[in-house]
């Protein structure tokens, strides 16, 4: 139980029913306590004086400053929401969206969902009308400017995080521009980590254009954009490097962290590594050393995807008798902050998207990460009180990292994002108006596919009804693909299950040995490969009588499937407004390849020699494998299709599929010209 005045820091979520009113009272008298002697905070008048006169406000400010809960709560407080209006803030990470929203309901003391809410891809809490602070992705604020072009709900909207540069943040921004020009009385803020705000100014400074006339009266906005510098608030953090080149990193986080347990004085560790194998490979690790540890260490994973009763052990601050390590991903570099935190380990990668237009290979590759990324990360550790952060890497090495990331429109697979600038009626996607113009290849590339796949015609034109269905369901180009022609040719049930499954990381669970894996997953497994495997996995939790323990004893993650469930009901719902659903025919497994071949075909791999585990893409030649965990891992199919690769020593394939090659020319003629294959 809380006694009145020790609850610091706020935890994430205060149960009130828990708490007498006192308690309470002291609870939310502490926590507005803190909001006061927010940066942000101090800053309120400048703020919104600035975001009243200027069209565009360009917020920059450390971390854990106050940008993303205080600015909007200062908006309300000023007025901005008033008249059934609403205020947007966007992110480009689920789970950043999820758990600040959580955090602003709690600071302004109102149930979630009210008047604070959330928006992301298969989940929104949030009521219209009713909700003055809406917190969501970037993609999901793209997809409402599908159903409402100028974005006329909103008063305000703020784009978070734009150093990440995320694709949704850049072509927000893009469209934001003309929004403005058309809704003068719309005010937009783009809120940074970094200093470096050129770029954002100059592609906003619209005071040199004609003036077109408004419809409204009195006075237009000042069009040069303000820029406000939130002076920071963090604390010497001391940077050490390892002395030479470090081999194993994960091996050399866990040590490092160990240490630090045993010699350093009180705070938590927060530990950066890549991706979510890594995470809980470290947690089984540092869980297993801290049990021959005197003093308690607790590791704690912290990735996108993590079911929100693990996500709130992270943000709970610790027992004083005992130290958390906070393994993440690159979440936790600028979108969310942990209370407590004091140590940083930095392994100095993170999974970065690398597109090759000329083979058409995206892969994810755990790449170094840049200058500014790396001193972002540093900052952390001096949220609360000088701090240290142990770069796993050499000074040498950090001389040698690009000082800024790449915008991640300039190594991606563009493929959703034509079809999205389309949708959005934006018929010439090369001369768009971009924050940084992709390159050319990668655009033809995209266009080319987007043709193959029939969601455009040779005018460049969305495809009817094609097109536009494919551009109505949140899925990638590809899997509405699959799924659209699942429906056509009668096993929708299948395609449904698929794309849902598809749409989460992974449906198993993590932590196991891989040998209780693989057993595991051979039980669910056909030739046909790992999509349709997944549909057994998919009839096996639904007949369980107890899902939770099905899940355990076949090594799959519960929150995964139960998510797949709520997913696919959402799939199954946009189908039938979308006037799909046919005639079943149950238990035909070879249309279900057939339409998995239809949306992945691009994605098509030959076995290189009878006997053999490498494969080649048909188009671009590149030497693939199949990973591991594939149910067709040790059958080696001549052909096959696949949905993403993943770059780990080797590129390998995921989610692979057994086809025949005839189906590859049926399903795109121009792409795979009859005979070539
Ligand atoms: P910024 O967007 O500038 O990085 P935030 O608005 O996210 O800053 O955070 C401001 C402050 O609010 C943090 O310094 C922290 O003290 C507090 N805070 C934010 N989220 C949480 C949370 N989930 N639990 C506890 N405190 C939080
Ligand atoms: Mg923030």
């Known amino acids: 139980a809380w006694k009145p005045g020790t609850a610091k820091p706020a935890p994430l979520v ?23 002697q927010l940066p942000v905070y101090k800053q309120r008048e400048n703020l919104l004086f600035l975001v009243e006169n200027h069209g565009t406000t360009v917020v920059v400010g450390e971390t854990g400053s106050g940008k993303t809960t205080q600015i909007p709560q200062l908006l ?7 008249g059934g209006r609403a205020i947007a803030c966007t992110q480009p990470r689920q789970i950043a969206a999820q758990t600040i929203a959580a955090r602003v309901a709690e600071e302004m003391r109102v149930t979630l969902g009210t008047q604070v809410g959330y928006s992301v891809r298969f989940d929104e809490v949030a009521t219209r009308g009713v909700t003055k602070i809406k917190y969501m992705t970037d993609g999901v604020l793209l997809r409402e400017m599908m159903t409402d072009p100028l974005l006329s709900i909103y008063s305000v909207i703020m784009v978070d995080e734009a150093h990440e540069r995320s694709i949704a943040t850049d072509i927000l921004l893009g469209l934001l521009k003309k929004i403005i020009r058309r809704r003068p009385e719309l005010r937009l803020i783009v809120a940074s980590a970094t200093m470096d705000t050129t770029a954002f100014r100059d592609f906003f400074n619209t005071s040199g254009e004609k003036l077109q006339t408004s419809s409204l009266g009195g ?13 920071g608030r963090t604390h010497s953090v001391l ?5 030479e080149p470090v081999k194993d990193y994960l091996q050399a986080a866990v040590s490092t962290a160990i240490s630090i347990h045993k010699i350093e004085g009180p705070g938590d560790i927060l530990v950066f590594l890549t991706g979510l194998d890594d995470v809980n490979a470290a947690v089984q690790m540092i869980s297993e050393e801290a049990e021959k540890l005197p003093r308690a260490l607790v590791a704690l994973p912290l990735y996108a995807g993590l079911p929100a009763s693990d996500q709130e052990l992270v943000f709970r601050p610790s027992l004083s008798s005992r130290r958390k390590v906070v393994l993440a991903t690159n979440i936790a570099e600028t ?12 392994s100095g990668f993170s999974k970065q998207k690398f597109y090759n237009p000329i083979t058409n290979v995206e892969a994810l590759v755990a790449a170094p990460v840049s200058q500014a ?59 768009f108006d971009w924050l940084a113009p992709p390159p050319a290849e990668c655009m033809v590339r995209a266009l080319e596919l987007l043709y193959a796949l029939g969601i455009m015609d040779e005018y460049a034109k969305l495809t009817s009804p094609l097109g536009y269905q494919v551009s109505e369901l949140p899925l990638d180009p590809m899997s509405a693909k699959m799924l659209l022609t699942a429906v056509e040719i009668g096993c929708q049930k299948e395609g449904l299950t698929i794309a849902a499954v598809m749409s989460v990381q992974t449906i198993w669970a993590s932590g196991r040995e891989r040998k209780e894996m693989d057993e595991a997953r051979a039980q669910f497994g056909v030739a046909e490969g790992d999509m349709v495997s997944y549909l057994n996995v998919y009839e096996g939790y639904l007949r369980a009588k107890n899902q939770r323990q099905w899940c355990y004893e076949n090594c799959v993650n519960y929150h995964a499937m139960a998510k797949v469930v709520k997913v696919r009901f959402q799939l199954s719902r946009l189908l039938l407004q979308l006037g799909g659903i046919k ?27 009878e ?3 490498t494969y080649r893409s048909l188009r671009g030649n590149q030497e693939l494998f199949i990973h591991p965990s594939s149910v067709l891992f040790r059958a080696s199919p001549k052909w096959v299709v696949f949905q993403s690769i993943i770059f780990l020593e080797r590129h390998y394939i995921w989610n692979v599929t057994a086809i025949d090659p005839a189906w590859l020319s049926e399903s795109a003629p121009h792409f795979y010209q009859l005979g070539r294959v």
């Open 373 to 431: 990324s790396a001193e972002q990360r540093a900052g952390r550790a001096g949220r609360e009180r000088p701090g240290k952060c142990f770069r796993l890497y050499t000074e040498e090495t950090f001389a040698t990292m690009r000082p800024q990331g790449v915008p991640e429109i300039q190594k991606s697979n563009l493929l959703s994002t034509v079809l999205q600038l389309k949708a959005l009626g934006i018929d010439n996607v090369m001369q």
């Open 583 to 609: 005639q079943q025919h149950d238990g035909d497994v070879k249309l279900v390849t057939k339409a998995i071949t239809a949306g992945f075909f691009s994605n098509a791999a030959r076995l290189e020699a």
């Open 239 to 243: 940077v050490h490097y390892s002395d």
């Open 611 to 613: 006997g053999g585990n």
């Open 14 to 36: 205060v149960t009130i029913e828990d708490l007498n009113d006192d308690a309470s009272f002291a609870i939310h008298a502490s926590v507005q306590k803190q909001r006061h």
């Open 335 to 346: 979108s969310v902050t942990i209370p407590g935190i004091v140590y940083v380990i930095d």
């Open 76 to 82: 309300v407080e000023a007025g901005w929401a008033e």
């Open 219 to 231: 006075s237009l906005p000042n069009r040069t954009p303000a820029v406000l510098f939130v002076e």
